[in-house]
């Protein structure tokens, strides 16, 4: 296991997308932690300064990829709660954890959900009957949010944030141009979303041009243009 963690900045390795990347970087922007960000171009990909690059230090090559020191970790889940407990993102008890956990994992099966249809053949289709499914499960996850929160702003501490609001906030956000209106019929949960993105560190972080400007890549049916993403202006 390195040491070296403690001297160097982390660094964070993608394509040019929010995707499986962006929670790593809202935590960061959070906290205020430095790190770097390199973009691998979909072009390179292919080719020797891409995938097989990675092959050296990670089981099977794909993004994204956290650095720390002479650390490598892939599987975003993993990078998740590494970067959780590095910045002081996780829980202080067992059962916090857990909640942590679960909330978090709500959060990926929503983004998970999503990012199938955005890359459906169908999606123009699908995108209709997907917003009433949608609607159900927000319904249902804004009960729990108001039965378990820990208040309007948070999911697991009163006034401290952690992995589950970051994750949850970047999920909620993402359906807003795949279905313009549709959080909005559930205030608790755009409320404490936007409050989230206007917490310090992160506020600066997503309205400039640092953020990247579309969740996939424009492979997908539903990728690569700005509109697949909600930006923050005011
Ligand atoms: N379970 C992995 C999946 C990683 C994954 O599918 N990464 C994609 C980009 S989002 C990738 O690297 N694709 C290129 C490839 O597989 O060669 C994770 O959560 O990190």
Redesign the pocket.
Known sequence: MSTSHTCTPLKLVY?AVR??AEPVRLMLELTGVPYDYEEIPIAV?PTPSG?QRFLASTPL????ILQDGDFFL????AIYKYVARRVGLYGATLQEDARIDEVTETAGDLLLDLGTLFWDPRFAERRTEHRPALRKKLEQLQDYFVRVGAGPAHWIQPGRYTLADVRMAYALESVMPLHPGLLEEFPRLHDAMQRFFSTDGVREYVRSDRRCRTYTVALASFGGKPEETHHFTD
């Open positions: 394509f995707g499986r990909w995938k090559g794909q993004l994204p892939c599987q975003s889940a």
